[in-house]
C-alpha cells in the first residue's frame, strides 16, 4: 500500500442505514495495467493511482488494516493474475447470453482443481499448462479418483 487512511470515528455516518460499520479506511495504490501488442509484447506504460475505499464492519487499527488491505490484494492479484495471463480472460471474445459467466467459472473451476493435485503442488503455472496438456489423462485422474477419495 502507497498510502493509507483509517477514520474509527464514523459519527458522520447515517447508522441508521450502516448500521454495522465501525470504520471507513481509504488507501491509495499504484495500479499497472499490462497491454500487449499485436505480437503479445508488453507495452510499457506507467502505472496511474488508485484510490480505494473500504466500508469495515469491525474496529481496527492502521496496522491491522494494512495487513487487511495486502491480504485482500494478495488473494486478489494472485487469482486475478492467474485468469488474465495464463487462462486469457481479458482476450475472451465470447459475448452472447451467458457465454462470458460460464466461461469465467469455468476457468476458475480448473484454477481450483489445479490447486487440489498434489502432482503438480508447488510448481508453476508455466509448468501446470504444459502438465496436463501433456498428460490428459492426469485431469480425469484427478477429478474422478483423487478428489472424490479425498470428500
Known amino acids: 500500500m502507497n498510502m493509507g487512511f483509517l477514520i474509527n470515528d464514523i459519527s458522520c455516518i447515517n447508522s441508521k442505514e450502516w448500521s454495522g460499520v465501525k470504520c471507513i479506511g481509504m488507501t491509495v495504490l499504484e495500479r499497472l495495467v499490462i497491454h500487449r501488442d499485436g505480437e503479445d509484447e508488453i507495452i510499457e506504460e506507467e502505472p496511474t493511482p488508485e484510490v480505494c ?16 488491505v495486502k491480504n485482500h490484494w494478495r488473494i486478489e492479484d494472485s487469482l486475478h493474475w492467474v485468469l488474465d495471463d495464463y487462462f486469457r480472460e481479458d482476450r475472451c471474445t465470447a459475448r452472447k447470453r451467458k457465454a462470458t459467466e460460464n466461461l469465467g467459472l469455468l476457468r476458475k473451476m480448473a484454477y481450483n482443481l489445479m490447486k487440489l493435485d498434489p502432482n503438480v503442488s508447488g510448481k508453476s503455472m508455466k509448468w501446470r499448462e504444459v502438465y496436463y496438456r501433456n498428460n490428459i489423462e492426469k485431469i480425469a485422474e484427478l477429478l474422478f479418483l483423487e478428489i472424490p477419495s479425498r470428500y
Open 53 to 68: 475505499t473500504y466500508i469495515i464492519s469491525k474496529e481496527m487499527n492502521a496496522e491491522e488494516f494494512a495487513c487487511y
